[in-house]
């Protein structure tokens, strides 16, 4: 209900799309849905890898379920997506793979070593499918957000968002906004030289 409330603002706006609603844990769902994009709407040529979720525990006391949990959501669908598109993409000798990772797959955090580990695990990804589609069209690169001014960062207790912002040199959140005017450029012609790439986002929070 959420989405289509999204998607019937952006057509009222103006815009064109469509939704389709599938588990990107599962490498035959996502199968058919790349089948069902393609006949209705035509070949991907660009896609974003975005899906994330997080299950925060220490890992002495985190269970197996809470690693797989994360990794089979936040890494996984990186591949079961992203082998769907990118014979075609090499086909066709244009694509664009864009994939949403994190401060926290740069630097580490307390208490997700699932989450840090998945997003770095889209690191190592990008950098060999890089290479490995280069001379053929196709670019793959990561963007990194920091803190992003969401609705999950604002329930986070403001005491704990005060500690967060004193560490951010810029002293205030990111917006959505500015994530996608990264992957607007990445996934446009003007980024055609840029691949195997990571574009951190943060604030100047972490800087390396």
């Known amino acids: 209900m959420l989405f289509r409330s999204w998607q019937e603002r952006r057509c009222a706006a103006g815009h064109e799309l469509s939704l389709v609603q599938r588990d990107v844990t599962c490498f ?3 199968a058919a849905t790349v089948t069902r994009v393609e006949e209705s709407v ?3 040529d660009i896609l974003v890898n975005c899906a994330g979720i997080t299950r925060d525990s220490k890992l002495a006391n985190m269970d197996r379920d809470t690693w797989n949990e994360v990794l089979t959501t936040n890494l996984d669908s990186v591949f079961n997506i992203t082998r769907q598109v990118v014979e075609g993409m ?3 000798g244009f694509g664009r793979i864009i994939s949403i990772s994190s401060l926290n797959g740069e630097k580490g955090q307390f208490g997700q070593t699932n989450y840090s580990a998945a997003k770095a695990g889209m690191h ?3 950098k060999a ?3 490995e589609v280069a001379r053929k069209g196709v670019t793959v690169n990561t963007v990194s957000p920091g803190y992003m001014d969401t609705k999950m960062v604002r329930a986070v207790p403001e ?3 005060e500690q967060i912002l004193q560490q951010i040199p810029l002293g205030r ?3 959505t906004t500015e994530i996608g005017a990264v992957v607007g450029f990445l996934a446009s012609e003007d980024a055609s030289y840029v691949t195997g790439a990571n574009f951190s986002v943060n604030g100047g929070h972490h800087m390396h």
């Open 28 to 30: 035959d769902s996502y």
């Open 42 to 44: 035509g070949a991907v």
């Open 124 to 126: 190592g990804f990008t």
């Open 90 to 92: 090499t086909e066709r």
């Open 173 to 175: 959140f990111g917006t």
């Open 159 to 161: 005491d704990i968002r």
């Open 129 to 131: 499918l890089a290479q």
